[in-house]
């Protein structure tokens, strides 16, 4: 039986496959500049993300569970922004795997994107942490913000590798999948709202997230005057948070969603060489 009627106006999980194969072969094929540019907003727009959570969560005195929620749903602008808006972020195109599952892209094409996505993202954090620390947002609430910070800079780079590495393939497990969502959805409020429970989870749950941390962890060591931030543990964790993060993009969502549903659609011609 046909399960597509259950969805109502939005698109069934066969649909968003191919939606999503489609997409991985145009974003494989967009060009350098476009990418780049792109990657650079994706960067941007995450990292005002984390400055938002940064603030909500400072002081807050809603408890642990609570502070975690609120500030999970604050962290959602930046995905929201990314999807909504229009940028390249490297995590959400882990899910370009699964044109490559079918054939229709290149090894080259894949790590081409892949690469400059990475590139434009981090240099998108940065130059949000060269502004943010110009605007001296750390002094928010007497200087509390920044602490705030500092803390969570020092909480991720004390991580070991094996930890961060987890979190970083169960986080973009949620985030691909928050995309995923968000393709199957019509119209800004169905992408919205798709976009809301799987990127706050993450963010409650304490997983790691690459790009986020190109942020998070340069803003905290710009703060850092008593050297509470290792450098070496910073590098560990974006590394190991990296590594996690193709693993929950790649195999987690877009494998297990080729495997169910595009497997076997294509002959062995059909795909581009």
Same mark, same amino acid.
């Given at each position: 039986? %046909?399960? %597509?009627?259950?969805?109502?106006?939005?698109?069934?999980?066969?649909?968003?496959?191919?939606?999503?194969?489609?997409?991985?072969?145009?974003?494989?094929?967009?060009?350098?500049?476009?990418?780049?540019v792109l990657a650079v907003l994706a960067g941007a727009f995450i990292s005002l993300g984390a400055l938002f959570f940064i603030v909500v969560v400072t002081k807050s =005195?809603?408890?642990?569970?609570?502070?975690?929620?609120?500030?999970?749903?604050?962290?959602?602008?930046?995905?929201?922004?990314?999807?909504?808006?229009?940028?390249?972020?490297?995590?959400?195109?882990?899910?370009?795997?699964?044109?490559?599952? =079918?054939?229709?892209?290149?090894?080259?094409?894949?790590?081409?994107?892949?690469?400059?996505?990475?590139?434009?993202?981090?240099?998108? *954090?940065?130059?949000?942490?060269?502004?943010?620390?110009?605007?001296?947002?750390?002094?928010?609430?007497?200087?509390?913000?920044?602490?705030?910070?500092?803390?969570?800079?020092?909480?991720?780079?004390?991580?070991?590798?094996?930890?961060?590495?987890?979190?970083?393939?169960? *986080?973009?497990?949620?985030?691909?999948?928050?995309?995923?969502?968000?393709?199957?959805?019509?119209?800004?409020?169905?992408?919205?709202?798709?976009?809301?429970?799987?990127?706050t989870a993450f963010v409650a749950m304490g997983f790691e997230h690459s790009i986020a941390n190109w942020f998070f962890l340069p803003f905290g060591l710009a703060l850092?005057?008593?050297?509470?931030?290792?450098?070496?543990?910073?590098?560990?964790?974006?590394?190991?948070?990296t590594a996690g993060n193709v693993v929950g993009g790649t195999l987690l969502v877009a494998g297990v969603y080729w495997v169910a549903y595009l497997r076997g659609e294509?002959?062995?011609?059909?795909?581009?060489?």
């Amino acid at each position: 039986m %046909d399960n %597509d009627l259950h969805f109502g106006d939005a698109y069934p999980p066969r649909e968003i496959a191919r939606k999503v194969e489609g997409l991985g072969v145009a974003k494989a094929r967009t060009d350098s500049l476009t990418l780049l540019v792109l990657a650079v907003l994706a960067g941007a727009f995450i990292s005002l993300g984390a400055l938002f959570f940064i603030v909500v969560v400072t002081k807050s =005195s809603l408890g642990f569970g609570m502070t975690r929620l609120v500030g999970g749903l604050s962290f959602c602008l930046g995905l929201i922004l990314v999807v909504v808006a229009g940028a390249e972020l490297f995590t959400g195109n882990n899910l370009i795997a699964m044109a490559w599952a =079918s054939k229709l892209i290149g090894t080259r094409e894949v790590m081409r994107n892949w690469v400059l996505a990475y590139l434009g993202n981090v240099g998108g *954090c940065l130059a949000t942490v060269l502004l943010v620390v110009w605007a001296d947002v750390a002094g928010l609430g007497g200087g509390a913000v920044g602490e705030a910070a500092l803390n969570i800079a020092r909480t991720k780079a004390d991580l070991s590798m094996t930890e961060a590495f987890a979190r970083g393939v169960l *986080c973009n497990a949620l985030v691909c999948l928050a995309v995923w969502l968000a393709m199957g959805g019509r119209s800004m409020t169905d992408k919205i709202l798709a976009i809301l429970f799987p990127i706050t989870a993450f963010v409650a749950m304490g997983f790691e997230h690459s790009i986020a941390n190109w942020f998070f962890l340069p803003f905290g060591l710009a703060l850092d005057r008593e050297g509470a931030v290792s450098v070496v543990g910073a590098t560990r964790n974006i590394v190991a948070v990296t590594a996690g993060n193709v693993v929950g993009g790649t195999l987690l969502v877009a494998g297990v969603y080729w495997v169910a549903y595009l497997r076997g659609e294509r002959q062995p011609n059909d795909g581009a060489s």
